[in-house]
């Protein structure tokens, strides 16, 4: 189901005729049974007109058992034959004695009408009508007294001259006189306001007696000649209450008490009836095809708002219990429908305690003239109501308005029209503004006025007569009477009711029930004080409030050049706040006021460039490494509101006592302050809706452009940082480059020289923060890490402690084979890199490290392969070994058996065997190998000390260690341990140290 099936009211069911004619006084609905007796034209037709009557009335349990007992005793029948009706003002007293009326006089007319069709017909029923409403009731042409005037109507001259004599003495006649009278025709006694009538005689003098006495008198006697009579019925009403009795309670009661035991009390309206009672009176009945189309609509409406209104409560009772609960709203909406049962309840149990309320008369006229109100409004505007509840009374109409305060008490009319224009129907009222926020939000509930619903349905709330605890409604019983299906859902009124607690100045909270109130809220308070506040006080604080936000752990800063750690720039105010040549990548969060300075989109396009691309008065280097997180003007907005209500909240914290706040105002600022705290924190944390980052435009004109991220679209961290991180990550800023793309990127393999494929690592660290076609990443580390990756993989080769001569050739720090780092693990927290860090082509790195080796292969080629765990000490055999060559001049070679040759790097090679010494001749070298394990490694360490004794000069040492299976060695611990300690302690040269494969 769906809301186009739902159609508003008042395209469903026309109101009553009399409400189409504007008869809205209260006469209208408040019956004068002498009035209708007498056919008084005063008196509305829908009340003289037999049918007219019961068409437009509702029979109730009650209603229908009255008729049937009275008019089953008439015929003869058994049964109670006296009833009494005490109900408060406007109950249906008066519709039940008018009913009778009408079935006693007039049933011929009535034979149409279904719901009368089981009750008994005794044929022609003599009434006898009396109202004390009716001025001048008794003719006293023809009678003096109650009792001559009801003898005069049961039997003309005949019946009045059996009570002639006592009508003009003024005395009441004895029960045989009343039993003649009555005789054993069927006859009907109907009394209205009797009290009225008794309270008026007292004041006549009857001998030491008064026609007071006599009329109470009398009034017993006739109950009980009627209780003994087999054709008769006597039915009066009285007033319910003691406060309705006009302070009268002693003859109230003496009333009550005649023929006590003889008397049947009815209440002719009682519980969910006044729904249908309301329902019938105020609406034309309809014909047929419009039968059809209501009895559609009741359903489809019931159905609807059952459904809603079990979502409503699901969050907080049982599947089980919800469904039962909104079953019950189903029918109870069939019943009362175009109204909700919520508003006739509010009116039956709330107003109904309140001094000089009428409950079924003064409802009817309240909600006839709401009806009328609703109705004419319909051609401008009907907004969108399949029923008519308490969030949908028009209070900006005059006449709704008095009716309504009149209802609910009138010594209160004038005070709380004030409110209700200050906080409801005002240019400025805060109703008003709150549905202009969420129209705006959200133009689909225009219709639906959220925020003057709910705050309408709250005034109707805040009146009760039964005492001050009563008064108000609970948010969640607010909530739920102003829903309406698929079109106002709980979050959107939940939304509405926050603004209206902070917006309207005399709606109050108290525990958690809303009520109006004639004085104003802290409301008032709080505007006056924010006034106060500058909008530079609410920059400053607001910017401390969101620099905690960026970084929890600190206090908030107050300079907003001020950043937080590298990553972040707050609220600029010109480029040159923010840093330039840092290998880090900055997200600028430009300040709301930037929004006022650059309010359309071209103008902040042209600022936002001019971040990326100057730095104070010269241009930016690292135009790549910049991210400018865009305010959101709405949300700003909500966010400064929320801070100056924050500084406002603190500094009447600060001053409650002296400003006198009652204990409950104390508590209310505190869970405003709370609430406040988390509307703030909820709007700078979205603040920033969108992120730009420049890329490449792969044009000269613009040479960039900007590329867009929706921060939430990618993440909802709760921090700040990490989600606009998460935003940004692999997808706008890296945190990891393949080196296959550093290779693409400084096209490290094209060169025609393979001399000439390398880069600068401190260039390529400013390539990524420069140049737009360059990916964005974080940091350094980025590099670092796509170094030791490409350095592992021999993507590339990194060297370090080079430089490039004048001619652009690479010159390395150190000719050795250890010095280029290729197809090895490094640590990247070891790497430098500074100016002399360079990557090398693959191609590159082979072929230095080729030249290297070629170097020193006749030492490394002339040992044998040791054993596993096993080292070697001493120097290379002649055995393997190449041709050795004296150095003549610079141009010394070592020549390799196939005849390739190599510049010598490191001087000239260690020397080949010479001959050796003859048997007991002296000689200018030892040469000495061994092999050892590691037990007896000591001990060939201490046997070579003795060659310092032997007048040894230098010692050319050659160790190759192997480690144990399954074992490897560390480059940089066995340099820390064993190179170090040679080097600095005794200045040994090193010419050859690296871990092999």
Not at 239 to 247: C, H, K, L, T, V
């Amino acid at each position: 189901m769906t809301q186009s099936h739902i159609q508003t009211w008042n395209t469903v069911v026309t109101p009553h005729a009399d409400i189409l004619a504007d008869q809205l006084r209260i006469d209208t609905y408040a019956v004068n049974l002498g009035q209708v007796v007498q056919n008084d034209t005063q008196m509305p037709l829908i009340y003289r007109d037999p049918h007219m009557f019961f068409e437009a009335t509702y029979l109730t349990t009650a209603l229908d058992s009255v008729l049937k007992e009275v008019f089953r005793v008439l015929c003869g029948g058994t049964g109670d034959r006296v009833f009494l009706l005490r109900t408060p003002f406007g109950g249906g007293k008066t519709h039940t004695l008018l009913a009778l009326y009408h079935l006693a006089n007039a049933r011929a007319q009535l034979n149409d009408i279904p719901e009368l069709s089981n009750i008994p017909s005794p044929g022609p029923v003599r009434t006898a009508i009396f109202s004390g409403l009716a001025t001048g009731s008794i003719d006293q042409q023809r009678a003096k007294t109650l009792w001559g005037d009801l003898a005069w109507q049961i039997g003309k001259a005949e019946g009045y001259n059996l009570v002639a004599e006592q009508d003009r003495a003024l005395v009441a006649p004895g029960a045989s006189l009343i039993m003649q009278l009555i005789g054993n025709k069927p006859t009907l006694f109907l009394l209205d306001e009797i009290l009225n009538y008794v309270e008026n005689a007292m004041a006549v003098g009857v001998g030491e007696s008064n026609l007071g006495r006599q009329t109470i008198l009398f009034l017993q006697r006739l109950t009980e000649a009627v209780a003994a009579s087999p054709n008769a019925a006597m039915v009066y009403s009285l007033q319910a209450s003691d406060r309705e009795a006009s302070g009268n309670l002693e003859l109230l009661d003496t009333l009550s008490r005649i023929g006590q035991r003889l008397n049947a009390i009815r209440e002719p309206v009682t519980g969910d009836e006044v729904l249908s009672v309301v329902q019938r009176r105020l609406f034309a009945r309809p014909t047929l095809e419009k039968q059809l189309l209501e009895d559609q609509q009741r359903r489809l409406v019931a159905n609807a708002y059952a459904a809603s209104y079990k979502s409503f409560l699901l969050g907080t009772f049982s599947n089980q219990e919800a469904e039962q609960k909104a079953e019950q709203l189903r029918e109870r909406i069939r019943r009362s429908y175009p109204f909700h049962p919520a508003l006739l309840d509010l009116m039956s149990e709330r107003w109904n305690s309140i001094p000089g309320y009428q409950r079924t008369r003064g409802a009817l006229q309240f909600l006839a003239t709401v009806i009328h109100a609703l109705w004419k409004r319909q051609g401008v505007t009907m907004h969108n109501q399949p029923l008519i509840g308490p969030g949908d009374i028009p209070l900006e109409n005059s006449q709704v308005r008095t009716n309504f305060l009149a209802q609910v008490g009138e010594q209160t009319q004038s005070q709380y029209d004030a409110v209700i224009r200050a906080d409801l129907l005002g240019e400025q009222a805060g109703a008003r503004i709150v549905d202009a926020l969420l129209i705006r939000e959200n133009p689909n509930l225009q219709l639906c006025e959220p925020g003057t619903r709910l705050a309408t349905a709250a005034m109707l709330y805040s009146f009760d007569g039964r005492s001050a605890q009563y008064r108000g409604v609970t948010e969640s019983d607010l909530l739920r009477v102003c829903l309406i299906p698929h079109d106002l859902e709980r979050n959107v009124l939940q939304r509405a009711l926050y603004d209206l607690n902070e917006r309207l100045l005399y709606l109050h909270r108290r525990a958690g029930v809303y009520l109006f109130e004639t004085q104003a809220n802290l409301n008032k308070m709080i505007m006056d004080e924010n006034q106060r506040r500058t909008g530079e006080e609410v920059e400053e604080r607001m910017l401390i409030e969101f620099n905690k936000m960026l970084n929890p752990e600190s206090k908030g800063m107050k300079s907003k050049r001020e950043s937080i750690g590298l990553k972040s720039v707050t609220w600029p105010q010109d480029t040159d706040d923010v840093d330039d040549r840092i290998p880090e990548f900055q997200v600028v969060y430009l300040a709301p006021e930037w929004l006022d300075a650059h309010p359309d989109p071209l103008a902040q396009e042209r600022d936002m460039r001019r971040f990326v691309e100057q730095h104070g008065n010269r241009p930016r280097d690292y135009h790549n490494g910049l991210a400018l997180a865009v305010p959101n003007r709405h949300t700003a907005e909500t966010a400064k509101n929320a801070v100056r209500s924050l500084m406002t909240l603190e500094i009447l914290q600060n001053r409650r006592y002296a400003i006198e706040l009652a204990p409950h105002q104390m508590a209310e600022l505190s869970e405003r302050k709370q609430s406040v705290e988390k509307e703030m924190k909820s709007a700078l944390l979205l603040l920033y809706e969108h992120v730009y980052t420049p890329i490449s435009n792969n044009k000269p004109d613009p040479i960039f452009v900007f590329q867009k991220v929706t921060v939430l679209d990618h993440s909802q961290a709760p921090e700040l940082p990490t989600r606009m991180r998460e935003a940004l990550n692999n997808r706008a800023v890296y945190e990891s480059v393949n080196p296959n793309k550093i290779v693409d990127l400084t096209r490290l393999n094209e060169s025609t020289s393979v001399e000439k494929q390398f880069y600068r690592v401190s260039d390529i660290i400013t390539g990524f923060f420069s140049y737009y076609k360059w990916t964005h990443i974080w940091n350094e580390q980025v590099v670092r890490n796509a170094v030791v990756q490409g350095v592992k993989n021999r993507t590339f080769a990194y060297v370090a402690n080079a430089r490039k001569d004048q001619d652009g050739n690479l010159i390395l720090g150190s000719q050795s084979t250890n010095s280029i780092q290729f197809g090895n693990e490094i640590v990247a927290a070891e790497l430098d890199m500074g100016e002399g860090a360079f990557l090398l082509s693959g191609s590159y790195a082979e072929q230095l490290q080729a030249s290297f080796v070629a170097k020193v292969a006749p030492v490394v080629e002339s040992v044998s392969t040791p054993v596993n765990g096993i080292s070697s000490v001493g120097v290379p055999p002649v055995q393997g070994g190449f041709t050795y060559q004296p150095s003549v001049g610079t141009g010394s070679t070592i020549r390799e058996p196939g005849g390739y040759t190599a510049p010598p790097l490191f001087g000239d090679p260690m020397p080949p065997p010479a001959r050796p010494a003859a048997p007991g001749q002296g000689g200018k070298r030892y040469r000495l190998r061994v092999q050892v394990n590691m037990d007896q490694f000591y001990d060939a360490i201490k046997a070579l000390q003795a060659l310092s004794e032997e007048n040894t000069d230098t010692m050319d040492i050659l160790v190759i260690a192997t480690a144990k299976p399954g074992q490897a060695y560390n480059r940089n611990k066995l340099y820390n341990r064993v190179v170090e300690p040679m080097v600095e302690g005794s200045n040994v040269d090193v010419i050859e140290e690296q871990v092999e494969e």
